[in-house]
């Protein structure tokens, strides 16, 4: 694992350089656009040496994805996304966070699983309503990996921004236990009750949200106690994280939720009198890095994931339909939403369009794809997950900006 993680490590930092010079795309996008593109290289090999093409494909499926994105990456790319959280913002709009994040993740799933098991049945698919209700859970959050990197360049008005990042990086968690909760009921694995479903989400959420809070105060006054030796207080942060993430998860709480949570807490410590401008460079830059460099090797992993994808042209349409899907259902999910929310926290019709439009799905869908028991149901989910994830980074990630700048100039 060590020496394939290194591998990726090298291959990331030399398509980034490539993209730097050559291509010019946000990072993100460049560089799994040419990690698509070296999966293509090596999928043509089937035509020249079959055994090479073997080797290479048993090769990408040795890659732990799920195991490199949760119990690595995940928390380290959350906190460093929320520690530049502007947290008063996001208290404003904490209750259209709230909902976007719950009853959008809800609503979203039941909407994409029923219209995807129609769709598959016409197709000739065969998959349960109950997996087409998994597909839904794990294709609803919004990833905050690619909403993060690629909202910071697109001019996004404030109040939207918020919106879009908040939500982003609750509703994963939230999404995770929707997605193992229905996963449990499709394979039978429990015996689940409601009052058990809402227990063991109460665990999860609350949990995750209690342990950020107590890690984020933690390291906010640990940090501020070193005020004057900013390497400390860099460590600080990465053993906060590294080990908060971890304890989470041997106690079954949410770890997205506590880095999100911490992250935010030290993030605003920042902006307090008592901290020196050098301890606030350094915490800032060493987590920027950090972040580039991991969304780097993330979305790699993501262009690598396309060599074990076998060719059916069924799943191919399908996956293309799933777009459409996605889409709408994102759309009617924020108008539903507002029903639930005061009318100056309401979206209008061109909220709503960047909303939708804004809300990109990563690396954590195709994480929980991977993750289902082995079969024809997994492909057909995997094969559908990850058109739409590299439609929504690349399709919706490299027109964004233009469809931004063109709605939000009457709210400028």
């Known amino acids: ?6 591998g990726i490590i090298a291959l990331a930092a030399f398509l980034s350089y490539l993209n730097a010079k050559f291509l010019k795309l946000p990072e993100t996008i460049g560089v799994m656009i040419l990690s698509i593109a070296v999966s293509l290289l090596f999928a043509a090999s089937y035509f020249i040496d079959q055994t090479y093409f073997d080797q290479v494909t048993d090769f990408a499926k040795s890659i732990d994805f799920k195991t ?27 209750l259209t966070v709230f909902i976007y994040a719950t009853f959008g993740v ?26 087409s209700l998994v597909f839904g859970a794990l294709i609803s959050p919004t990833d905050p990996v690619a909403v993060l990197a690629l909202l910071k360049k697109a001019g996004t008005p404030k109040h939207m921004e918020i919106k879009i990042v908040g939500e982003s990086l609750f509703n994963d968690g939230v999404g995770i236990v929707v997605f193992l909760t229905i996963l449990a009921l499709a394979t039978m694995m429990h015996e689940f009750e409601f009052s058990h479903i809402i227990s063991e989400f109460g665990k999860e959420a609350g949990g995750g949200f209690l342990m950020g809070f107590l890690l984020g105060h933690l390291g906010k006054r640990c940090i501020v106690s070193v005020n004057k030796q900013s390497v400390i207080a860099v460590h600080i ?24 949570v911490a992250g935010l807490i030290i993030g605003n410590s920042l902006h307090s009198k008592n901290i020196s401008e050098d301890l606030k460079n350094h915490m800032n830059i060493f987590w920027k890095v950090l972040d580039e460099i991991f969304n780097a090797v993330l979305f790699v992993l993501i262009g690598i994931v396309m060599i074990t994808l076998d060719f059916n042209i069924y799943h191919l349409l399908l996956g293309l339909i799933s777009v459409v899907i996605v889409l709408l259902s994102r759309y009617v999910t924020i108008i539903l939403s507002n029903f639930l929310l005061k009318r100056v926290h309401r979206a209008n019709k061109n909220d ?19 993750s289902l028991p082995e079969g ?10 990850y058109v739409v994830v590299v439609f929504s980074i690349i399709g919706q990630g490299l027109t964004i900006e233009k469809l931004v700048s063109k709605l939000s100039k009457p709210n400028k």
């Open 1 to 6: 694992m060590f020496e394939i993680f290194v």
């Open 68 to 94: 490199i994105l949760f119990d690595f990456l995940l928390g380290i790319l959350l906190f460093a996304g929320a520690i530049h959280v502007n947290l008063k913002g996001l208290l404003k709009e904490k």
């Open 106 to 131: 809800l609503t979203s799933t039941f909407i994409i699983g029923t219209i995807f098991f129609y769709i598959a049945s016409l197709i000739g698919l065969d998959i349960s309503y109950l997996y």
């Open 237 to 260: 942060s990465l053993a906060i994280v590294m080990g908060g993430y971890v304890l989470s998860n041997m106690l079954h709480i949410s770890g997205a939720i506590a880095m999100v």
């Open 352 to 370: 709503a369009l960047i909303l939708t439009w804004a809300g990109l799905r990563g690396g954590i869908s195709i994480a929980l794809a991977l």
């Open 376 to 385: 024809d149901v997994k492909d057909i989910i995997l094969y559908a997950t």
